[in-house]
């Protein structure tokens, strides 16, 4: 903290800099944007312009401009709320990908694994798909330079990769049970991601849909999601919203629309003028009276939030799992000319009922995102909310009056601990150190062509089992990175190698048989079976 305080006054003199060339771009857009109004501010203005002719002229050292007005408009949103960011035009170009659920590359999930890139999976469509590259390829070399070593970074990876739509890339691959390399000329082009990870039937009347991000077509997912599943026999869901961060406000509304009645309220939002924009149910839903059942955890943000709280509400389906992370504000993005753009929260949204779900906040941001972090170091993570809750922060909801809790989240009707009950010590240690994905990793890569030979998706989710010499490699593997073998019994070893292979089934097959195996031992799920049965 006094490190921050340190910074203010250069911090204040490049917030001038910062405004004046903002005026001087951009003041009949600004103005027409704040609705022409001439704010008493103008005087300071001309003081600001003075100000950054002596920084010209006088200052000692050569100044780096753009460096200076990051770092002002940084400090100055620092004064408000933790969501109200500047974004650079780096930053904006992989927002502005997330948003809209594509990008411009070849088209490969990687990861970096002993100082080389290698590809988990290759998008369906993409270019690295077309040209025949494969899961468990390691690409060696771009453009004939190679790619590997201690100093490789993911930033690095995608800065070779990704690029702009038309263009080239050779790349050279290393394939397992291949010595040569295999080189491709991959045309770079449109790659699209989804934002629904998984929909499937976890029995032959429940259906299971993920979404992990609300993209700018993350309803028009959910609708092919939901359309296959009632094919499929689903006349009941489990709508998966845990670690979805948010996204795009207009498809939450448009996901919550589904499930709700006519003229039901979905979300409220307000401003400084007090004025309300009121978002309602249009009766069209096709899944008004299915039967429901919304996952959330710590990680579950602002529209899976919205979604949440209006189901939450209106009675129409039970919440299950932990309390949502708490951000109840809304933003709007203004693009600023050098790609850039300025994020400011404009309105708080509020639940059917009347909830503002924002948690508090100050001015030291760094409090407010690690308070999940407190979380895990405490008893919340494994407990419910025991804390004695301000009469204020009650609310009814609208059908049943039942008791439901605004100023922090959206409190589940069921609490799942984050920990599975068959979690003992061991399992928890080599979870947090990564060793579980690590080994799954290295044996996904060895078993790739044996496994994808032998069984589909759904045959590895039902039939696969590891074998004895799996178990010892294991063991030896524990025993290598000094891990306490000697308290591995039978139901510890039972749930390890469940983990094992919900990952492995990741690595080989894809997001969605990562899930199809997880959910099997997953308690979230079980509640969610069992109310959804009742």
Do not use: C, W
Not at 17 to 25: C, D, K, N, P
Not at 253 to 266: K, M, P, Q, T, Y
Not at 488 to 509: D, M, Y
Request: proline share 3%; aromatic share 10%.
């Amino acid at each position: 903290m006094n490190q921050s305080r340190k910074l203010v006054l250069p911090l204040v003199f490049s917030a001038l800099i910062i405004i004046g060339m903002f005026i001087g771009a951009k003041l009949t857009p600004l103005n027409r944007m704040l609705g022409g109004a001439r704010s008493s501010g103008v005087y300071h203005y001309g003081k600001i312009q003075d100000i950054i002719y002596l920084l010209d002229q006088k200052y000692v050292d050569p100044v780096d401009r753009e460096r200076l007005v990051d770092v002002a408009i940084q400090g100055m949103l620092e004064q408000l709320d933790p969501h109200s960011v500047y974004i650079s035009a780096e930053e904006m170009m992989r927002i502005n990908e997330e948003i809209t659920g594509h990008f411009e590359g070849i088209g490969v999930q990687f990861t970096i694994r002993h100082d080389s890139v290698v590809v988990l999976n290759v998008l369906p469509g993409g270019p690295a798909e077309r040209e025949g590259l494969q899961g468990g390829d390691r690409i060696v070399e771009v453009n004939g330079e190679v790619m590997a070593g201690e100093e490789l970074t993911n930033q690095e990876v995608m800065r070779q990769l990704k690029g702009p739509r038309g263009t080239t890339v050779e790349v050279g691959v290393l394939r397992p049970g291949r010595r040569d390399l295999i080189h491709f000329s991959l045309t770079r082009d449109v790659v699209v991601t989804n934002s629904v990870a998984a929909s499937y039937l976890l029995d032959q009347q429940t259906g299971y849909l993920r979404i992990n991000t609300f993209t700018g077509k993350t309803y028009r997912e959910f609708m092919q999601a939901m359309s296959n599943l009632s094919a499929a026999g689903a006349k009941r869901l489990v709508l998966d919203l845990r670690s979805n961060g948010g996204g795009v406000f207009d498809q939450a509304i448009r996901v919550a629309n589904e499930f709700l009645g006519n003229r039901d309220l979905i979300v409220y939002t307000m401003g400084k003028s007090g004025r309300r924009t009121v978002h309602r149910a249009n009766g069209r839903g096709r899944y008004q009276k299915m039967p429901l059942v919304i996952l959330i955890d710590d990680f579950s943000a602002s529209a899976s939030e919205i979604v949440a709280g209006a189901i939450q509400d209106h009675d129409r389906g039970y919440i299950v799992g932990r309390r949502s992370f708490g951000k109840g504000l809304v933003q709007q993005q203004i693009p600023l000319s050098d790609g850039s753009a300025l994020r400011v929260t404009t309105e708080r949204y509020y639940t059917p009922s009347g909830r503002s779900i924002q948690k508090p906040y100050t001015q030291h941001h760094d409090d407010y995102f690690n308070e999940l972090f407190d979380r895990f170091q405490t008893d919340a993570l494994q407990t419910p909310d025991t804390a004695e809750i301000d009469d204020s922060l009650k609310f009814q909801t609208l059908k049943k009056g039942r008791t439901v809790y605004g100023g922090g989240g959206i409190t589940p009707d069921f609490f799942i601990p984050f920990h599975h009950p068959d979690d003992n010590d061991l399992i928890r240690r080599i979870s947090r150190t990564g060793l579980i994905f690590e080994f799954a990793y290295d044996y996904a890569d060895r078993n790739r062509h044996a496994i994808t030979t032998q069984y589909s998706e759904s045959e590895f989710v039902e039939q696969y089992v590891f074998d004895r010499h799996a178990r010892r490699s294991f063991l030896a593997f524990l025993r290598e990175h000094r891990m306490p073998v000697g308290t591995i019994t039978g139901n510890t070893e039972r749930r390890i190698f469940h983990l094992i292979k919900a990952h492995v089934a990741r690595n080989v097959f894809g997001e969605q048989a990562f899930f199809m195996v997880y959910n099997r031992q997953d308690p979230a799920v079980e509640k969610a079976l069992q109310l959804l049965h009742q």
